[in-house]
T-cell receptor, first 112, second 111 residues
């Protein structure tokens, strides 16, 4: 079935370092991929999304490229800040506005 | 601004009791969803609705019922609450051509 895999449950980094959070997916349909960010005790919020193969998408300093050949949509940032500490979810949809299937999430902690 | 409001924000329920979680949206959205969040599982879809008076089962519907009496309101009902239903529950809405808007969540503890 359709699914999303995030391999890192916890990532801890020092401020200013780069980060990459992994996301791979499985579907037989043409995918729409999303990254959501959830700060403590808040609702998940859309960070960025893409359905275009090999095109980089950016928002708020984060970026990701959908690679259909490897079924991946990794989230990256060149220099993390303390305020980036949050839960990050990768999600898959089979059309742009349809049911979302979420990965298990990665908790990013940024230390001073 | 588009809004999704969940009530209550938190609740303690007794095993075997009935629990109703409410969700109200002012977005004029057709689609509404209930997800549960557990540590290590991300968000999993329980029920969703495309239109008032109609609901659909998601990936984990067992033990839950849903009700969509109007476009604005979508409830999640636990007829016989169990310990395994302790979780954070999120409601979301979206329009025909818009992204999801999530509520702030309801923390449910079943004891």
């Amino acid at each position: 079935g359709d699914s999303v895999t995030q391999t890192e449950g916890l990532v801890t980094l020092t401020k200013g370092l780069p980060v990459m959070l992994n996301c791979t997916y499985q579907t037989t349909y043409s995918p729409f991929l999303f990254w959501y960010v959830q700060h403590l005790n808040e609702a998940p919020k859309l960070l960025l999304k893409s359905s275009t193969d090999n095109k980089r998408t950016e928002h708020q300093g984060f970026y990701a490229t959908l690679h259909k050949s490897s079924s991946s949509f990794h989230l990256q940032k060149s220099s993390v800040q303390l305020s980036d500490s949050a839960l990050y979810f990768c999600a898959l949809s089979l059309s742009n506005y349809n049911v979302l299937y979420f990965g298990s999430g990665t908790k990013l902690t940024v230390e001073p | 601004e588009a809004a999704v409001t969940q009530s209550p924000r938190s609740k303690v329920a007794v095993t075997g009791g009935k629990v109703t979680l409410s969700c109200h949206q002012t977005n004029n959205h057709d689609y509404m969803y209930w997800y549960r969040q557990d540590t290590g599982h991300g968000l999993r879809l329980i029920h969703y609705s495309y239109v008032a008076d109609s609901t659909e089962k998601g990936d984990i519907p067992d033990g839950y019922k849903a009700s969509r009496p109007s476009q604005e309101n979508f409830s999640l009902i636990l007829e016989l609450a169990s310990l395994s239903q302790t979780a954070v529950y999120f409601c979301a809405s979206r329009g025909q051509n818009s992204d999801y808007t999530f509520g702030s969540g309801t923390r449910l503890l079943v004891i």
